[in-house]
């Protein structure tokens, strides 16, 4: 049974910095895909990066690009997202979620149906 468990969201001031942590347990493919969505009030859940478990085809969306770094740490299964310059419109819930890669050539991107998903870590960005 493959479980995720978020850590590391709260409150911080515009522009400031939070590290989320994802430990991933109960995964026993070599490559699998790994991601980070998040859910605003009233709005919908959607893709915010993705990466593959060998650190390969990192994918971001446009509002967090240069922000936002995500990041595997294989030896303690633990999926990263580094949060810089926190904006308001990033106040969400965040969500961790994984998948099995279809093969090598498996991109990990935002669109594909994820498998697996945390309970999620809430993130509030105030001015």
């Known amino acids: 049974q493959v479980q995720l468990v978020e850590s590391g969201g709260g409150s911080v001031q515009v522009g400031g910095s939070l590290r989320l942590s994802c430990g991933i347990s109960g995964m026993t493919y070599n490559r699998y895909c790994m991601a980070w969505f998040r859910q605003a009030p009233g709005k919908e859940r959607s893709g915010v990066a993705s990466i593959a478990s060998d650190g390969s085809s990192t994918t971001y969306i446009k509002s967090v690009k240069g922000r936002f770094i995500i990041s595997p740490d294989n030896g303690k299964k633990t999926l990263n997202l580094e949060m810089n310059d926190l904006k308001p419109e990033d106040t969400a819930m965040y969500y961790c979620?994984?998948?099995?890669?279809?093969?090598?050539?498996?991109?990990?991107?935002?669109?594909?149906?994820?498998?697996?998903w945390g309970q999620g870590t809430q993130v509030t960005v105030s001015s």
């Open positions: 979620a994984t998948r099995v890669a279809q093969d090598g050539n498996d991109l990990c991107q935002l669109n594909n149906p994820f498998t697996y």
